[in-house]
């Protein structure tokens, strides 16, 4: 019905798409983009199978535009011709009488035609009848937590001066946890496009090892600067707040970036750090809603000095700026942070006496304008101790800023990485995600 692969020549969806834009005058403008997914979910807890569920949906996004005056609206797609044909003829009719009561918008980029692309990834998912075994031979009786979602997800973008780019990708994501008896959590992601029954179980056995450090005692630190381990998953943490100000352009030029000191020559970052969006990793499509195609590369900070933010086609115009294809967010869709030396052996040596970190959450800005935010340790993290983990730690609430943890307190960085895919499930099952190392770090401050 509505999820095909690159080489149909003509499906539903495309007949759909050119009825609407028959019914559009020339004086009119309108871009559509849609979202589908034919997705599985698989809940289990205590490792059993809890439930099992499926979707399959299409949702159309509207931005009609006539006059310098835009509107947004957005619709679910049924699979039912005359149904659907009434939806998209209203959903215009709407638009246009509502566009009629809108002030003309200066800043308004036209539509533009940005030609026409179809790029697939064809994954190789597991047997459904196979799950339940792939899923719980290695976990024993333990408290296995978690969501399995896979199938195929596609995004496209059309617009009606002959625009048409299309994505496809089938993946999977696996988001588990671990618990003991008195609740402490080892969480673990296992997730891409080849569904491997031996990498799965590497996965879940390594939690299941980290799970047994969690059996003894909690340690209470006090607060105050300690030298830590991050793991790729805080990391990654880290990274996702970077999308929330630090490197869009409209947020320089309003006054309200994390990276705004980087920028003004006040603060530096480390030689060591560099963060790259990269959508040769396959993870998100390099088009955005407008259809512009981004770089397939493009460099955000290089060994410490920054060389581009995110420009969306409406911020290059009002600030007289090229864009580079951003979303209109303006921040990472598909982001690589470079690996450095750090061997995975040698961490906890390297480390000595210390804290290793192996995952952080809520996770905010505590002073924007000077890079500072703050979150809380989370999961299976240690107090180490001559290079041995001595107990897990309590949670702790840290106040950092991003010129010291990628700046003067970087101390290195691991020569291995991981992809981190977003997990996020609201609406439609969320695409993008990062590559990202782990990093070591002094003076790491602890508030709480």
Same mark, same amino acid.
Request: with cysteine.
């Given at each position: 019905m509505m999820l095909e692969n690159e080489n149909t020549k003509s499906s539903y969806f495309i007949d759909l798409v050119g009825r609407i834009f028959e019914k559009i005058e020339r004086h009119e403008e309108l871009g559509l983009n849609f979202s589908g997914e034919d997705s599985f979910f698989l809940r289990f807890n205590r490792g059993k199978v809890r439930q099992v569920t499926s979707l399959k949906q299409g949702i159309l996004n509207f931005q009609f535009v006539d006059n310098l005056r835009s509107i947004n609206y957005r619709l679910q797609i049924s699979g039912h011709w005359e149904l659907d044909k009434e939806r998209v003829e209203e959903a215009l009719k709407f638009?246009?009488?509502?566009?009629?009561?809108?002030?003309?918008? @200066?800043?308004?980029?036209?539509?533009?035609?940005? %030609?026409?692309?179809?790029?697939?990834?064809?994954?190789?998912?597991?047997?459904?009848?196979? $799950?339940?075994?792939?899923?719980? #031979?290695?976990? %024993?009786?333990?408290?296995?937590?978690?969501?399995?979602?896979? %199938?195929?997800?596609?995004?496209? !973008?059309?617009?009606s001066k002959g625009q048409a780019h299309r994505f496809f990708t089938e993946?999977?994501?696996?988001?588990?946890?671990?618990? !003991?008896?008195?609740?402490?959590?080892?969480?673990? $992601?296992?997730?891409?496009?080849?569904?491997?029954?031996?990498?799965?179980?590497?996965s879940l056995i390594q939690s299941i090892n980290d799970l047994e450090k969690?059996? !003894? @005692?909690? *340690?209470?630190? @006090?607060? %105050?600067?300690?030298?830590?381990?991050l793991a790729p998953d805080a990391v990654s943490e880290i990274i996702d707040i970077f999308s929330w100000g630090a490197v869009s352009y409209s947020s320089l030029m309003r006054g309200n970036s994390g990276l705004k000191q980087l920028h003004d020559g006040e603060r530096l970052l480390s030689e060591q750090f560099s963060l790259i969006e990269d959508f040769s990793?396959?993870?998100?499509?390099?088009?955005?809603?407008?259809?512009? *195609?981004? @770089?397939?590369? $493009?460099?955000? *900070?290089?060994?410490?000095?920054l060389k581009n933010l995110m420009v969306n086609a409406r911020t290059a115009k009002e600030y007289g700026v090229p864009s580079n294809g951003a979303s209109s967010f303006e921040g990472l869709r598909s982001s690589i942070v470079a690996k450095g030396n750090l061997k995975k052996e040698e961490i906890l040596s390297t480390l000595d006496t210390g804290i290793y970190i192996s995952n952080l959450h809520y996770l905010n800005w505590s002073d924007i304008q000077r890079g500072r935010f703050t979150g809380m340790t989370r999961f299976a993290c240690f107090y180490v101790e001559n290079g041995k983990i001595i107990a897990p730690i309590e949670d702790l609430r840290f106040d950092e800023s991003l010129? #010291?943890?990628?700046?003067?307190?970087?101390?290195?960085? !691991?020569?291995?990485?991981q992809i981190i895919p977003n997990v996020g499930s609201y609406i439609t099952r969320s695409l993008g995600g990062k590559s990202t190392p782990g990093i070591l770090v002094k003076d790491f401050n602890f508030t709480l």
């Open positions: 638009c246009r009488e509502k566009a009629k009561t809108l002030p003309q918008d @200066p800043f308004l980029v036209p539509l533009e035609n940005h %030609g026409v692309t179809s790029q697939q990834f064809t994954g190789h998912l597991p047997n459904v009848e196979n $799950l339940e075994k792939d899923l719980f #031979d290695s976990v %024993g009786n333990l408290d296995f937590v978690g969501c399995l979602s896979m %199938g195929k997800i596609e995004k496209s !973008t059309f617009n993946n999977f994501q696996l988001d588990y946890s671990f618990y !003991t008896e008195n609740q402490k959590a080892v969480k673990g $992601l296992y997730a891409g496009l080849d569904w491997k029954v031996g990498e799965l179980r590497d969690l059996k !003894t @005692p909690s *340690i209470k630190l @006090p607060r %105050g600067k300690y030298k830590v381990y990793l396959g993870l998100n499509p390099r088009f955005n809603e407008r259809g512009e *195609i981004a @770089p397939e590369k $493009l460099s955000i *900070i290089e060994n410490g000095k010129y #010291d943890v990628f700046g003067d307190n970087l101390l290195s960085v !691991t020569d291995f990485t």
